[in-house]
């Protein structure tokens, strides 16, 4: 176990040792999801040990004494007293019954104070146990797009940006705003958070820290094409110093990533080596998401802006042609449906017809309600 100093004795700890069982179930997640190096992937953590240990409660119980049953009251066993007619315990149903509704109501509140609580959109309350998030502490902001098949990350403050390389400084709160180009897929660095997807068109956020410095890696977890596999990324936790040198040192050289630069890189490629650009062109990220890069694309927010404003009447400059009434396209005898109608048309169709039996007043030849 590597020790740093904010480690504490947890409950996960104990049943890992009382449970080695649990290791040889969860060996196919790796170490950093069992011993992380961020605190929201420990309480994670906390909280998979907890709830294997929960589940183990009747688990094991479960399958010794199956095994202790079947030997116990084999055929050829005529030491114990056969009971073909026995059909009810009460003290049996109760146990049968109790414990798993016990572990089962521990589990939802252990379920529903964790979402609350480390809700990847919520800024951290704490960096570390017993070390709060100060009300003038600023997190840092890494915007992070999946592309075909590898990972950017643009440092918005720092003014650089990055391909298949993320460093992170210790002790610091981190704020990852996070799309993709094309598909969907999932960001994930086990030794810091949990994964969380990545949409196109969209934007997730994850909110998170590392609390020792080391070498670590990241990876997509959602199947998005031939180059997945090779969808890694390297992750470094470095102190404050070391990353104050690490972004002086990558604007020095590397380039401008604008508008030109990530229409290249959006290309489809493998297993993509490290890349590093030395400025990046203000207000990409946004544009990354609101699927506008290529030129002459029209935002999504300036399309549902010219939309509300062609609901209300009004115009951008650039307005869509006003809808016709298409009557070209019925066919001879074809009636007016709504969709090849006028916009002020709509809503004037006649009142459809009552059900049989509904008694009508003559006066208003509307159905008499009851």
């Not at 380039?255 to 990046?280: F, H, I, M, T």
């Not at 002020?344 to 007043?361: A, F, M, Q, V, Y």
Request: hydrophobic fraction near 40%; charge should be positive.
């Amino acid at each position: 176990m590597v020790s740093h100093p904010y480690h504490t004795p947890r409950l996960r700890d104990h049943v890992a040792r009382l449970s080695p069982l649990v290791f040889l179930a969860l060996g196919g997640c790796g170490m950093q999801v069992l011993e992380p190096a961020g605190d929201v992937a420990t309480q994670q953590a906390d909280i998979l040990m907890i709830s294997t240990g929960l589940m183990l409660l009747i688990i094991i119980p479960v399958m010794v004494l199956t095994a202790l049953f079947a030997w116990r009251y084999r055929a050829s066993n005529r030491a114990v007293e056969h009971r073909p007619d026995w059909d009810h315990s009460t003290g049996l149903e109760l146990i049968i019954w109790a414990a798993p509704l016990l572990i089962i109501i521990a589990l939802g509140a252990i379920t529903w104070i964790s979402t609350h609580t480390l809700d990847p959109y919520r800024r951290l309350s704490r960096i570390a146990p017993g070390k709060a998030v100060g009300a003038a502490d600023k997190p840092l902001v890494v915007q992070v797009v999946a592309l075909d098949w590898k990972w950017l990350f643009i440092y918005p403050e720092q003014g650089v940006a990055t391909v298949n390389q993320l460093v992170l400084p210790i002790n610091r709160e981190v704020r990852f705003r996070i799309s993709a180009s094309s598909v969907m897929n999932s960001f994930y660095i086990p030794a810091l958070a949990g994964q969380i997807y990545a949409m196109p068109g969209m934007e997730t956020k994850l909110h998170a820290v590392l609390n020792r410095t080391g070498k670590f890696e990241g990876f997509s977890a959602n199947y998005s094409g031939a180059g997945f596999s090779g969808m890694r990324f390297s992750v470094a936790g470095v102190d404050d110093a070391g990353f104050a040198r690490w972004a002086a040192g990558t604007r020095t050289g590397g380039g401008l990533l604008d508008a030109k630069a990530y229409r290249a890189v959006v290309r489809p490629s493998e297993n993509v080596p490290a890349r590093r650009w030395s400025s990046v062109q203000p207000g990409l990220f946004d544009r990354i998401v609101e699927m506008c890069v290529e030129p002459g694309m029209q935002c999504m927010s300036e399309t549902m802006q010219h939309d509300m404003k062609g609901k209300m009447g009004g115009t951008m400059g650039h307005a869509l042609p006003a809808p016709t009434n298409n009557t070209g396209n019925r066919k001879p005898g074809e009636k007016e449906g709504a969709l090849l109608r006028d916009s002020e048309d709509l809503g004037k169709s006649p009142r459809p017809p009552s059900p049989p039996g509904t008694p009508i007043d003559p006066q208003s030849t509307k159905p008499v309600q009851r």
